[in-house]
């Protein structure tokens, strides 16, 4: 489901039950079979929550696809939800007293309730100490609930007594329910203009959590245990050669009290090491040794087999290695002794977390080179480990996840590797830009906190375009809105949007902004009121055939921009209709003569262009193929981001075109002997379509060159993957000289479809 648009269910509320019973019996499954105990431990705990999503919809406690899901709780209040947009009954900061809550109401000196702790919180002593907290910056909050008496101190700090009353009085009703404090910290909060995609702690867990390669531990073992032992009981049974075979020297009493001391370090050896198993094997050449030794220490002569094996066991040995002692010999296990010696990845990343252990864990760090730097000589003598060994690639990729850097950094060092990860990090741009709109400095602090955590709010299953709760919703938002310095907050957000948007582009050309990063993008264009229409990906499987009017807002916008082009022409667009049916559902939401929520003509017009789409009954593919029309109306971001918000990405638009075409010949090789290539056929109809966009905006000298060398991009990969794409480049070259592309053996690139796709069946056959 995509959990961040606005949308609507396909049937309505009624088979809402099944993906809940689904995922409680999937559950349900795993409580009950699983072999590990933490695994089943946290089955039981989804059990219960779907348990609770599915009682709370039969006794009519829920109501699926609402903004305000749980019948007694308001919209402000952060919802538990689990996979899917179901919210349980409970919201996420109620449950029992945390053990920080215990601890203020402790040293309050009033009863361990809620609702004692809130009201202390509003005495002159708890006044002071939320103050305290504000000016300190040693907070943290987990949900914005936990923000919400913090916001209430500062509003009575300002002498806005009134808006403070007006706050609490919201809060009251709640007091004995939800968690309204904040979590003291050692630690002032994070820099908020620190962008970081993991904190300091967060590397430290994933170091901690590592465990000691299994199969590399018993190559060391065998390299520095068994192999040496192996070499004794060799030497030994060697002695008994003479100038012929094995045994052919009787062995003297001398030779039997050094195998029994042999054996009797082999059981000390098997009891310490037990990694390596094939000692263990009477077939392998130690196994061999060692069991004709026992025999002729206990006195019994060998019998014919027992005596062949040793002979052979002996002889490959030498053949194979060397005689013990020899060059040959002694340069192999020198070889194999250095090999051994070398540090584990394990005991490296222990050593980097103890460096990890002296820094602040709740943010990321500055320059992670000091933390990944060879072993010192000091760490050495403190460690046992080698002077100067080199820390693991593994190990330094987790480590410099922490790097806290400007996003754009991040992405040119690889830290952020998509344009999904990208949206991760956004929130904390927004967090830092949205803080700037106020003047006080704990304000600062408290909003860019609260926003971070807010977007950590997981996001509703809605149904009849329904909208998610925005954090300027909040009670505690509205409260300090007056306190925002409107001109500085608007240049920084628009400046934010602008770098964000040619961040994203350039670096991610061929990728669909994920809905995630454009819900930032549409946060930063309402703080810089720029009216810039951004619209989300819907989900084909939830699909209703309706959109909001900022879909045909996004497409007038992209007429502006793509009017005459390569890409109307492409996608044979009348972007001078699209604008005339703008102004018509202008002009009508006006006057009142339709629902200003939806936009019907933009409805009809995707779905007339989609073609038999809705023709034969309700399907996921139908729905796409009109979603991908509505994708292609309004470039999906792309044309707002060009005419609304002005960006210029470097180092251009055709190298842009020229990499989005690299991305859809890597799609397209992963659909041959796919048995389910439609995913990736649609990801690269997708990657083609902004390749098409970015196309458009070249001058047309660039853009023939381009167009002209695809060819020698296609060639790099395998040859099914020219053919799938030929009939797609004859048809663009087609659209580029003013034709169709449909004509001849030219295809317009589409990525659903209701029948088999043309770019499926391998072109060869």
């Known amino acids: 489901m995509n959990d961040d648009a606005e949308q609507q269910h396909s049937a309505g509320a009624g088979d809402l039950p099944a993906y809940p019973q689904a995922m409680r019996a999937q559950a349900f499954r795993t409580w009950l079979t699983h072999g590990e105990a933490d695994t089943r431990n946290r089955a039981a705990s989804r059990v219960g929550r779907w348990q609770a999503v599915l009682s709370g919809m039969a006794e009519g406690r829920l109501t699926i696809g609402s903004r305000t899901p749980v019948a007694d709780l308001p919209a402000w209040v952060t919802p538990e939800v689990v996979r899917g947009g179901f919210a349980t009954s409970a919201a996420s900061a109620e449950g029992p007293l945390q053990p920080y809550e215990r601890e203020a109401a402790s040293l309050a000196g009033v009863p361990a309730a809620r609702r004692a702790l809130f009201a202390y919180c509003l005495t002159e002593p708890g006044l002071a100490r939320l103050c305290a907290l504000l000016d300190s910056g040693r907070y943290e909050i987990a949900v914005p609930e936990e923000a919400a008496l913090l916001f209430v101190a500062w509003l009575v700090r300002a002498g806005d007594v009134a808006g403070a009353l007006a706050l609490v009085e919201v809060l009251e009703p709640w007091a ?289 375009l329904a909208r998610q709760v925005r954090a300027e919703e909040l ?29 994203a582009v350039q670096a991610f050309p061929g990728t669909l902004l994920p809905n995630p990063l454009v ?50 022409r492409y996608y044979a667009i009348d972007y001078a209709a699209v604008r005339n049916l703008a102004i018509i559902e202008a002009s009508e939401s006006v006057r009142g003569t339709h629902r200003a929520r939806t936009s019907p003509g933009f409805a ?21 193929k009109v979603i991908e029309q509505a994708q292609i109306l309004t ?43 439609l995913s990736t056929i649609k990801d690269a109809a997708y990657a083609w379509r902004q390749m098409v966009f970015h196309l458009s905006l070249c001058d047309p000298v660039e853009q023939a060159r381009v167009i002209a060398r695809l060819g020698e991009e296609t060639a790099r990969h395998p040859e099914h993957v020219s053919a799938r794409l030929a009939p797609a480049l004859i048809g663009l070259r087609q659209a580029a000289a003013g034709g169709s592309p449909d004509t001849g053996g030219g295809r317009r690139f589409l990525g659903w479809t209701t029948g088999p796709h043309w770019l499926r069946p391998d072109p060869r056959a």
Not at 605 to 622: F, I, K, P, Q
Request: with cysteine.
């Open 176 to 464: 004995d329910r939800l968690r309204f404090t904040p979590r003291p910290s050692d630690l002032p909060a994070p820099d908020v203009r620190a962008v970081h995609r993991r904190t300091v702690g967060d590397v430290g867990a994933s170091l901690s959590a590592r465990r000691p390669h299994s199969a590399v531990e018993t190559q060391r073992e065998a390299l520095s245990v068994w192999q040496p032992f192996g070499d004794e009981l060799l030497a030994h049974w060697l002695e008994t050669a003479g100038a012929g075979r094995v045994p052919d020297r009787v062995p003297d009493d001398t030779w039997q009290e050094r195998g029994a001391m042999l054996l009797r370090r082999y059981q000390d050896l098997a009891a310490a090491h037990t990694r390596c198993t094939k000692h263990r094997d009477p077939k392998e050449n130690l196994g061999i040794l060692r069991g004709a030794l026992e025999e002729a220490v206990a006195g019994r002569p060998l019998d014919a087999r027992r005596l062949g094996l040793l002979r052979h066991a002996v002889e490959s040995m030498v053949r194979r290695r060397g005689r013990p002692g020899s060059g040959q010999h002694s340069e192999l296990r020198a070889r194999q002794a250095v090999q051994a010696a070398l540090p584990s990845h394990h005991a490296l990343a222990q050593l980097v977390l103890r460096r990890l252990s002296g820094l602040p864990q709740r943010t990321g760090a500055a320059d992670p080179a000091p933390l990944v730097a060879d072993v010192s000589a000091r760490e050495a003598a403190e460690t046992g480990l080698p002077e100067g060994a080199v820390v693991p690639v593994a190990v330094r990729r987790i480590v410099e996840a922490a790097l806290s850097a400007p996003i754009g950094t991040l992405v040119e060092r690889g830290v952020v590797p998509s344009a999904e990860v990208l949206a991760e990090l956004v929130p904390q741009l927004v967090a830092a830009t949205a803080s700037q709109e106020y003047r006080d400095q704990a304000l600062r602090t408290l909003v860019a906190v609260h926003y971070r955590a807010f977007r950590n709010r997981r996001s509703l299953l809605l149904l009849n």
């Open 635 to 677: 470039t999906h971001n792309l044309a707002t981001l060009v005419g609304r918000i002005g960006i210029r990405p470097e180092p251009g638009w055709g190298d842009l075109a020229r990499r989005c075409f690299a991305t859809v010949c890597l799609l397209t090789a992963r659909i041959h002997g796919n048995p389910r290539p």
């Open 604 to 624: 009809k017009l995707c779905a007339a262009r989609a073609g038999d789409a809705g023709t034969g009954g309700w399907s996921v593919a139908a729905n796409g």
């Open 519 to 568: 819900r930032e993008l549409a946060v930063l264009a309402r703080q810089a009121e720029t009216g810039a229409p951004f619209v989300e990906e819907l989900a084909s499987d939830i699909f209703m055939g309706t959109f909001t009017p900022k879909f045909l807002a996004a497409a007038r916008v992209a007429a502006e921009v793509l009017g005459g082009t390569l890409y109307e």
């Open 475 to 503: 009670p505690w938002i509205r409260a300090v809105s007056g306190y925002r310095v409107d001109d500085q907050g608007q240049e920084a957000a628009l400046t934010a949007l602008r770098h964000l948007g040619e961040l």
